[in-house]
């Protein structure tokens, strides 16, 4: 069973910087699209906003991070990064990393979808970020 665990959150001024880790026990699965998802108030859905498919290592971004954001994964060290700059207050939410088998997420990603809990098969618990204006 993999388990996500998420740090890196914090408090930030408009047009700062943060780097979210998220590190990941062993994922059985060649064939998965893990990366960051984020809600912005208790009981909505979770926003794909950055996600990477394990095949050619493919990246996806929600329309409204482009530019801003970018995600890696460290192999060797089992770590999934978000680098977020230029943050703006609106990003402002709880950031959780997040997996599922095959592509069929992060395609869902790039086309601005949300996700409830119940769609991936596994979570992290989230890191706040608060970007204060």
């Known amino acids: 069973q993999v388990h996500l665990m998420e740090s890196g959150g914090g408090s930030v001024e408009a047009g700062g910087s943060l780097r979210l880790s998220c590190s990941v026990s062993?994922?059985?699965?060649?064939?998965?699209?893990m990366g960051w998802f984020r809600q912005q108030a208790p009981g909505s859905g979770h926003e794909g906003v950055a996600?990477?498919?394990?095949?050619?290592?493919?990246?996806y971004y929600s329309d409204s991070v482009k530019g801003r954001f970018a995600i890696s994964l460290d192999n060797a060290n089992k770590t999934l990064y978000l680098q977020m700059d230029n943050l703006k207050p609106e990003y402002t939410g709880v950031y959780y990393c997040?997996?599922?088998?095959?592509?069929?997420?992060?395609?869902?990603?790039?086309?601005?979808?949300?996700?409830?809990?119940?769609?991936?098969?596994?979570w992290g618990q989230g890191t706040l970020v608060t970007v204060s204006s």
């Open positions: 996600v990477i498919y394990s095949q050619g290592s493919h990246t």
């Open positions: 062993e994922y059985t699965y060649e064939d998965y699209c």
């Open positions: 997040a997996a599922d088998r095959g592509v069929t997420v992060c395609r869902t990603v790039a086309a601005g979808a949300t996700f409830e809990p119940s769609t991936l098969a596994a």
